[in-house]
């Protein structure tokens, strides 16, 4: 890359700017600017106030995105305390989400509706998602099958993109060490209901190691995309077409030798909705996720490994408010995954077709809200599935409020586990059942705090198991349905919001345990907490946030534990005028490089310290 600089200097100028002060990088929930007002989307698929929601979410706000456009989006999920990101290294790594206990198979993640779970794997590819144009994520915890379908048994991350609301634009730029720098450019068109929008970005870093061993090379990344917007809101209909486009190249550690990969990911994304009547509603949703990667060295056979996955999903549901307290939904969705795959010489070419019927119904009060709601899944590998939830949150009084929710889910077989090596095409489907209770109170002087307990309890767990010549070198395995897991957790929260000061702290214990051994599941810490203060003022601003997490198993084949790790974040902003805004962030202040997952003979580690400087102007 052809910038230079001395990252010493740009720590010194950071340390200079914060002064004294500490200042945060990432946090979920809490800003000087969090209000019980803060409107969801997530856990019914309709607007409502997150104190009404019978189940507990979490929000990661627009000032908090946009602290950092270096920041990934595995970076922004990190401060979540029910969350376990586990990333082999830095930025462009592979990343999972381990939400609540549950694998990182069954925590769904959407934009704006559209699933971005592949159709190989089960999970997300969320080190390749970008967050330039991202409003705010919301963090539903809990089983969300009903609404979502499949994969939705941890719960759902979902992006929210922004929609225009004034004629605009901004560049920003940002610098950081490791030779690191993203650039952002946007524009943003909105009179009398009508709006369009445009962002580009791109992203370079020379990267850091990956593994904990000597004379480890660094592993670079770069990623450039844009997203394009346009669209209609009258009071009575909508409409809104979206594209947007991420491409790049990322290395990683393969064996101890680093090898690279071009990824691209594509959504297309056409969204409507019409009051058919004073009371009625009706929603429609065509989309399109493609999620491509191509490996630009061969395997041992000579050939070079492939992933081409294409989700496409049809969605129509209708809102019929039939009185001032009551609303049911009812919809159906179909969806169509595809993957065209080879992986060390086994070729994947296959389609999955899927149908869900659903119906919910809601009623709100002053203080009672309800969600009840059944769904039925029509796939061609497995045959039917039905799932149903319920929930209740009660409001005992102005200041408080109880809730509790039971729900069921599913995870249908990914086509890796029905016919990649070890495939399996006689798979059922994971099946959960999940309880939950929870408190919420308000108290005086602007604090504000909660309380919730949850048991899951999984069966059907898919998992690769010798077959065949066992005690040999030639062992052959199979994809099986053969294990039960039970996850038992409590989270809390605490915070303070004052004029300018804010303060948050969350905590999260969770035991998930294969009921056979009675053993932890892998990469799921039992403990986890969140901490963040700052002070928060139109001209500048300043924050800090701390997280932990206590040990975890790495995996079932092996008996490496990864220890638990300390981290800290810092940002600080000021903004100059009404044109300019200067900041500055440091990830990992302490420069820990802690372990975070254990493959190859060694320990994958994080990639220490990544201090930046940026600024946007915006006009």
């Known amino acids: 890359m052809s910038i230079q600089f001395q990252p010493t200097a740009l720590v010194g100028a950071i340390a200079l700017a914060l002064g004294s002060s500490s200042s945060v990088f990432a946090e979920t929930v809490t800003t000087a600017k969090t209000s019980l007002e803060t409107i969801v989307v997530t856990a ?10 019978p189940a507990r979410i979490s929000i990661i706000e627009p000032n908090i995105i946009e602290q950092s456009p270096i920041a990934s989006f595995p970076e922004l999920l990190k401060s979540e305390a029910s969350a376990n ?47 330039t144009d991202i409003k705010q994520i919301e963090i539903l915890k809990g089983p969300a099958s ?79 995309g844009y997203s394009a917007k346009i669209g209609v809101d009258k ?64 395997n041992y056979l000579g050939q070079y490994d492939y992933v081409l996955s294409k989700t496409q999903e049809a969605d129509i549901y209708a809102i019929w408010q039939f009185t001032s307290e009551q609303n049911i939904a009812l919809g159906t969705t179909y969806q169509k995954i595809e993957a065209d795959a080879l992986s060390y010489g086994t070729k994947i070419n296959s389609s999955v077709d899927s149908k869900g019927y659903y ?21 061609d590998k497995y045959g039917t599935n039905t799932v149903a939830q319920a929930g209740i949150r009660y409001q005992i009084s102005p200041l408080t409020s109880v809730y509790t929710n039971i729900g069921s889910a599913f995870r249908a077989p990914n086509l890796n586990e029905l016919y990649a090596y070890g495939g399996n095409p006689n798979l059922d489907p994971e099946k959960s059942i999940s309880y939950e209770i929870g408190l919420d109170q308000q108290l005086n002087y602007g604090v504000s705090t909660g309380v919730s307990t949850y048991k899951t309890k999984v069966k059907n767990l898919i998992d690769s ?65 969140a901490f963040t203060a700052g002070w928060q003022e139109p001209t500048f601003g300043l924050s800090t946030t701390l997280t932990a997490n ?5 995996s079932a084949y092996d008996n490496v534990r990864i220890p638990g790790h300390f981290n800290i974040d810092m940002h600080g902003y000021y903004n100059a005028n009404d044109v300019m805004k200067l900041f500055v962030n440091i990830q990992n ?31």
């Open 359 to 379: 119906i919910q119904h809601q009623y709100n009060t002053d203080g009672i809200h309800t969600q009840l709601g059944l769904r039925l899944e029509d796939n």
């Open 235 to 298: 009071d009575t209909y909508g409409l809104s077409l979206d594209y947007s486009q991420n491409k790049g190249n990322s290395q990683y550690n393969n064996s101890g030798a680093l090898t690279d990969q071009d990824f691209k990911n594509e959504i297309i994304n056409l969204k409507g909705s019409v009051q058919i009547q004073p009371s009625i509603e009706l929603n429609a949703r065509l989309s399109q996720f493609k999620d491509d990667l191509l490996q630009n060295q061969s």
């Open 85 to 131: 990101i586990v990333q082999l290294g830095d930025l462009g790594q592979q990343s999972s989400i381990f939400l609540r206990g549950t694998n990182s198979t069954q925590a769904l993640v959407l934009r704006d509706g559209v699933r971005l779970n592949t159709s190989t794997t089960g999970a997300a590819s969320i080190p390749f998602l970008d967050t």
């Open 589 to 619: 202040v302490g420069d820990s490089k802690y372990r975070t997952a254990y493959g190859s003979g060694s320990y994958y580690i994080n990639g220490g310290r990544l201090a930046s400087a940026g600024v946007t102007f915006k006009y």
């Open 550 to 554: 206590s040990s975890s198993d790495n």
């Open 146 to 224: 009903v609404l979502y379908g499949t994969d939705a048994i941890g719960g759902v991350v979902q992006l929210i993109s922004k929609t225009p609301e004034k004629t605009s634009a901004f560049v920003t730029g940002e610098i950081g060490e490791n030779k690191t720098y993203k650039s952002l450019i946007g524009v943003d068109l909105a009179k009398d209901g009508l709006y369009a929008q445009i962002r580009g970005q791109r992203l370079e870093t020379d990267g850091t190691a990956v593994k904990e061993s000597q004379n480890n090379p660094k592993a670079a990344f770069e990623q450039k």
């Open 44 to 53: 019914t698929r309709s607007e409502q106030n997150i104190q009404d929601v």
């Open 465 to 529: 198991e010798c077959i065949s010549l066992c005690d040999g070198y030639d062992a052959v395995y199979q994809n099986l349905n053969i294990d039960k897991t039970t996850i038992k957790g409590a989270e809390a929260y605490l915070k303070w919001t004052g004029d300018h000061l804010y303060l948050s702290t969350s905590y999260n214990y969770v035991r998930a345990k294969d009921d056979s051994t009675n053993e932890d599941l892998s990469r799921r810490p039992r403990q986890k907490v």
